[in-house]
């Protein structure tokens, strides 16, 4: 059963850090790019940063600098460790696997992160 589990959302004040956590199981994660993605509400679902199987980055505009992406294939967890949230960066924060060759995407159930002071 594939099942991806984030952590580590919470409660930051502006110019805080928060480190997410996705944990993976059910399938080869070393072979999946790991992404993770953001929804505001009343906004559409955004891609902030994903990693290949080989580590290769990307990263969106909005968090270039701020926010960055790292995986551990032999935990098979995924990270984002954001730096300097602002309160537009409050959302519902997802992890996401894809193998383009198998037709997998994967979806994790999202973790909440509220900027607020």
């Known amino acids: 059963q594939v099942q991806l589990v984030e952590s580590g959302g919470g409660l930051v004040e502006p110019g805080g850090s928060l480190r997410l956590s996705c944990a993976a199981s059910?399938?080869?994660?070393?072979?999946?790019?790991m992404s993770w993605y953001r929804q505001a509400p009343g906004k559409e679902r955004e891609l902030l940063a994903d990693?290949?199987?080989?580590?290769?980055?990307y990263y969106a505009d909005s968090v270039k600098g701020r926010f960055s992406i790292s995986r551990d294939n032999a935990k098979n967890t995924v990270y984002l460790q954001m730096n300097t949230l602002n309160p537009e960066d409050t959302a519902v924060y997802y992890c996401?696997?894809?193998?383009?060759?198998?037709?997998?995407?994967?979806w994790g159930q999202g973790t909440q992160v509220t900027v607020s002071s």
């Open positions: 990693i290949t199987s080989g580590g290769s980055t």
């Open positions: 996401s696997a894809r193998n383009d060759a198998y037709g997998r995407n994967y």
């Open positions: 059910g399938f080869t994660f070393s072979r999946y790019t």
